[in-house]
């Protein structure tokens, strides 16, 4: 039976519940919490089955990596070696918040997000979300799922998930979540980056930043 625990009233940085969230993924279970706009399924990136799960319950397409989620720059550093100055530029502007970055892994990590490592890219984000962002930086980089089936919008309220209790160890609810926008998304290239998605952050945003911010033809 999936424990319910309360955000509201001061609680979203509860070490307890920190610490009760980081003990089920390290056991290999799945939680759901929320981001900035919406609940999600989270696992232990790196166990192979719990990430599996989330694709199970979301049914989501073959070959389809899941997102990542790390509390901070630092994190990303230790998964992947390809964060020039551009890309460090960006994400301590805009980090933690809504961007997105694709980047190629570091070889030799030990982890399957969905796709058997068929995919050369994962996506990688630092949230605002405070409660996920201090799990995240208690347990490591997590993998995310909307807490929804795939292809629709992750719910903001905490009322309905395709998941049975016995799916996830908790559900750690913060009430109805504001709407908002989706991430903006970025792809590392060697002279800089290339927008792939627009979203909270405006390509303006980027440039103000780095002037090496390309868009698809």
């Not at 997105?100 to 630092?126: C, H, Y």
């Not at 309220?157 to 799916?167: E, I, N, V």
């Amino acid at each position: 039976m999936a424990e319910r625990f309360s955000l509201t009233d001061g609680l979203i940085d509860s070490q307890e519940l920190i610490e009760r969230a980081v003990a089920s993924l390290r056991d290999g279970k799945l939680i759901i919490a929320p981001l900035e706009h919406g609940y999600v399924f989270l696992a232990d990136a790196f166990n192979h089955g719990a990430v599996k799960k989330i694709h199970k319950l979301r049914q989501v397409p073959p070959a389809t990596a899941a997102q990542v989620i790390v509390g901070d720059v630092k994190t990303v550093k230790g998964i992947s070696l390809q964060f020039g100055e551009t890309i460090t530029a960006l994400a301590e502007k805009f980090w933690p918040g809504l961007l997105t970055i694709n980047l190629t892994p570091a070889q030799g990590l030990v982890w399957d997000l969905g796709d058997a490592r068929a995919l050369k890219e994962i996506s990688v984000r630092v949230p605002s979300a405070e409660f996920v962002r201090s799990v995240a930086l208690a347990s490591g980089p997590l993998a995310v799922g909307a807490a929804c089936l795939s292809g629709r919008p992750a719910p903001r309220k905490s009322t309905f998930f395709p998941a049975l209790d016995s799916d996830y160890a908790a559900l750690f609810d913060l009430g109805e979540l504001p709407e908002g926008p989706s991430s903006t998304v970025i792809a590392i290239e060697q002279e800089g980056a290339r927008l792939v998605r627009a979203g909270a952050i405006s390509l303006a945003d980027l440039r103000s930043v780095s002037a090496n911010i390309s868009v698809p033809a």
